[in-house]
């Protein structure tokens, strides 16, 4: 993979978490672990699946054993393998099977963002959809003990899916799009 190409990911997966995830307020949490530098992501150059499931495995590790005032969470990036989203989806049976594998099932948990994200019974431009869609296909690997901090610390966090739906409604695909211009050249 190109330096060139790898920092473009890097930039595009960070001004996304800055914008959108921190800046729209979708994940609450977000800031408090950005600001104190503790969100690793990792740009994988995993061409296939297998590829990027061994790295996976070896990021589900390092998580799991480094001090969570260094790395709270991880993002895990992968722009060179699973862009149809419909094959992202069938990875993350494996990528939950990894995490019981290694027994870390109610330590760490992961969470699924891609350009194509869609859920089920909705239309593809339905903004909804836009509370999980990243600029390349993301895992987030995140500690259960973070989140249980975090659920302390935010009452109600049960709403937090319908308040971000309510918040991108009310920006709508423009004002998404007024975020996120497509990219010339």
């Not at 920092?7 to 959108?20: F, I, N, P, S, Y």
């Not at 249980?148 to 899916?161: C, G, L, T």
């Amino acid at each position: 993979m190109e330096d060139t190409f790898r920092q473009q990911v890097l930039d595009d997966t960070l001004d996304w978490l800055d914008k959108a995830v921190i800046g729209l307020n979708l994940c609450p949490f977000a800031k408090s672990v950005r600001v104190k530098g503790q969100v690793r992501t990792v740009v994988s150059e995993a061409t296939a699946p297998e590829a990027l499931h061994e790295q996976l495995v070896a990021e589900l590790r390092h998580l799991a054993e480094v001090d969570p005032e260094v790395t709270d969470t991880t993002l895990l990036v992968h722009p060179l393998v699973l862009q149809d989203f419909l094959d992202f989806n069938d990875f993350l049976g494996e990528a939950d099977a990894a995490l019981e594998a290694l027994d870390l099932d109610g330590t760490l948990q992961i969470a699924s963002f891609h350009p194509q994200f869609q859920f089920a019974g909705t239309d593809i431009d339905d903004v909804s959809n836009f509370t999980n869609r990243s600029p390349y296909p993301t895992l987030h690997l995140i500690r259960e003990s973070s989140i249980d901090r975090a659920v302390e610390a935010f009452p109600e966090a049960e709403a937090i899916y319908e308040r971000n739906i309510e918040t991108l409604e009310r920006l709508g695909l423009d004002g998404w799009r007024q975020l996120f211009p497509p990219k010339q050249g």
